[in-house]
């Protein structure tokens, strides 16, 4: 056994030798896996082995896209079979709503590169004989997608890495993981320790077990999944002898259930309610080839659906019925990247789906270690999009609703209610008693939109449907008030969030934004040190206001932070609420060893009230004795005053375009200060607005988002940020590869889009964008502009297509419109609101 190497992958699951692979085929051949049995005795073993393209997450569906693609190579390479039958895949839509998702998709599909078809249910038949068609509407169709052998794709993976110099030490646990001074790993193991630069936890079930080895509690728990064998049956048998293809893999999603063909009988897998997390604590350390006592009671419903829909799958007994752990995080996403507050130490776990993202996580996984960037937008999987609020309590609910809501409709607009509320700002019940229809980020309760008192849906309204996955609103309210239907489209709280923006531009409302990310950066070296990693100008003057950004090395954006120096040497930072863990690690990774930087995470501590709109200033005169003349404020410029009895530092800045302050304050004083803004607010006109009326807002001022218009994968002089970026500094992160880039010339440009013709939906990003018929960029974002009256969408579109007047098309739910680019920022262009 080695006693030094460069990396140290622990799992031989699929995933953690599909990671070895790559780190082998990226030119690293000092590296080794450990596996305390045998490969594949965790997870991978009794994994059905699908493959499915099928995700509304792009961070997702690129993954699986490169797996699939890869997995059509892997035997040429390597010489070992993978058991790979790409027999397509065929997803059965019976609702609207059902529909309207695959449409939504489609658009993801397009953007990605993967190939979708659309079936008829006489197509269905065709391509499903034993497949009764009553009642779909449709399918969509992957031919690309299938299935492949877990074992067997392991051992290809084990084949090539160790080809290219890596080892794999099977039978030996790993007992504890330290870190040197040098920043140098020691992996001890039952046979010895190992010395290395970084090690790689890919051990599944046993997550929570090797996070706790370094002191981190990984979010991931497993739930049980079972899947149901049965016995060959005469109509496959004569399919199979006559020999007809095999049919594709079939999935009722609106009954939560895949169905494949397995040994001339059939393999139903269903996701059902009610299924429990398992090895809460990790498995014992003899574990291995482990099943659970099947529970066929829980699956009735589905077996039911999946009789009626295939009568051959109820017409053959049951051979065998698995029921083994499958790793789930709260929001059914894999972990993949680094891990928080440990350098070098990186992660791949929480694959639920971890054939089908073996291959493409471990690509990725492989760039960032190598490379120090992945190549690919990660947000949607970055592991630290969870907090330290994503404890054992919260991973148990959280884990089992995502499992439960595999097959649900994807609601753009949807908000699940497990584990909820469990972060609430002092406001919490005020806003709701106003009405206020809550989301969650990062652990947040955060108000989307406002109720009208007494508003109710009625049952005609929700509408709901005649199949198992029918859940399609919010939460009843706590007097059994139903208020918010989902959908793809306009939905009922469109004309609320409407009111919400007129009231904002008309008169003046509050909003809270408790949640923002805050850091103060603090310390002799501050200053210099804000100035060498981020591309803005640190303002000099204490009291000014600035938009910066944290590039990647190659130029594209990881972080944007609010920047405002509220006392002198000391830096008040503020970053996006659902990247509070990122960002701050992020910055804490970046710190100098002198000491001379200090950082203080501040988030719990600050409310913050957003106060906007053209009596915003009539508001605040009331409450405060601050001079609030723009000679004595400007816009871009914060100061600490008070407010009625209370004190707060006012931010002269919005995410709305209109004249208003954040008021950052303690957060103890929270109350108080907003019961003050609504008791003076009153004879203005004032209203809370929620994230809604916000996002509709911003999109007519074109400001940009992190992960959707700002990210790794576009420059930042893509995204359109020429003002934040000061290319004649001395230097700052990513300044060389910006320049190498731009030198390179760049594939897209950022534009602002009016969509013509629609009247029922809008963009909500994603979407793809034509010209003359071919994909020439993609939606980032969508809605509808209510100052405007227009259904906008901000996109990243081929630099020659940018000028004013442009005519595109853009494809929403599967119909395309008319898009024109127009002005950017096209409320307000010249900032006269802000600046009133």
Known sequence: MKSTARVVVIGGGVVGVGTLYHLV?????????????????????????????????????????????????????????????????????????????????????????????????EEIKEAWPLCETDGLLGAIQHPDDGYVQPADLTQAFAKGARAGGAEIYRNTSVTGITQKPNGEWVVATDKG????????????????????????????????HQYIVTEAHPLIKERQAKGLPEMGVLREADSSWYMREEAGGLLLGPYEIGAPCCYMDGPTDDSEYELFQEDIERLMPYIETAIERVPAFGEVGVKKVYNGAIAYTPDGSPIIGPAWDKKNFWLNEGHSFGVTAAGGAGWQLAEWIVEGEPSIDMMGVDPRRFGPYATRGYLKEKNEEAYANVFTVHYPDEERNAARPLKTSPIYS?????????????????????????????????????????????PALEDGRIVEKFSFRRSNYFEHVGNECKNVTENVGVLDMTPFAKMEVSGPGAREW??????NLIPKKQGRIALCHLLTKYGGVRSEFTVYEWAPGRFYLVSAGGYERHDHDVLAKLLPEDGSVTLKPITGQYGVLVLAGPNARKVMEKITDADLSNEAFPWLTGQPISVATASAHALRVNFVGELGWELHHPIEMQTTIFDAIMEAGAEFGIKPFGIRAMDSMRLEKSYRLIPRELSNEYSALESGLERFVKLKKDDFIGKEGLLAWQEKGFKWAFVTLEVHGIKDADARGSEAIFLN???????????????????????????????????????????????TVIEESPFDPDNERLRA
């Open 430 to 474: 005020r806003l709701k008693a106003l009405g206020g229809v809550f989301g969650s980020i990062y652990g947040w309760e955060r108000a989307n939109w406002y109720a009208p008192e007494g508003y109710a849906l009625s049952e005609a309204e929700i509408d709901k449907q005649d199949v198992l996955l029918n859940h399609n609103h919010a």
């Open 25 to 121: 085929k990226k030119g690293w051949s000092d590296v080794v896996l450990i596996e305390r049995k045998e490969l594949t005795s965790g997870s991978t073993w009794h994994a059905a082995g699908l493959l499915p393209l099928f995700n509304m997450s792009y961070s997702v569906g690129k993954i699986h896209q490169y797996s699939v693609d890869l997995y059509s190579r892997l035997e040429a390479e390597t010489g070992q079979n993978v058991g790979l039958r790409q027999v397509s895949n065929i997803r059965l839509a019976r609702t609207q709503d059902r529909w309207d998702e695959f449409m939504y998709y489609a658009g993801v599909a397009d953007t990605i590169g993967v190939k979708v078809n659309r079936l008829t249910p």
């Open 193 to 224: 320790e190992i010395t290395c630069e970084h090690v790689v936890s890919a051990s599944g079930n046993f997550a929570r077990k090797t996070g706790a080895m370094v002191g981190l509690d990984i979010p991931v728990i497993p739930v049980e």
């Open 773 to 819: 018929g071919e994909p020439v960029g993609r939606a980032t974002s969508g809605g509808y502009g209510w100052r405007l009256g227009k259904s906008l969408a901000l996109a990243m579109v081929k630099p020659e297509l940018v000028e004013l007047g442009t005519e595109l098309e853009i494809q929403i739910l599967g119909e395309k419109y008319k898009a």
């Open 530 to 535: 804000l100035t060498s990693i981020l591309a």
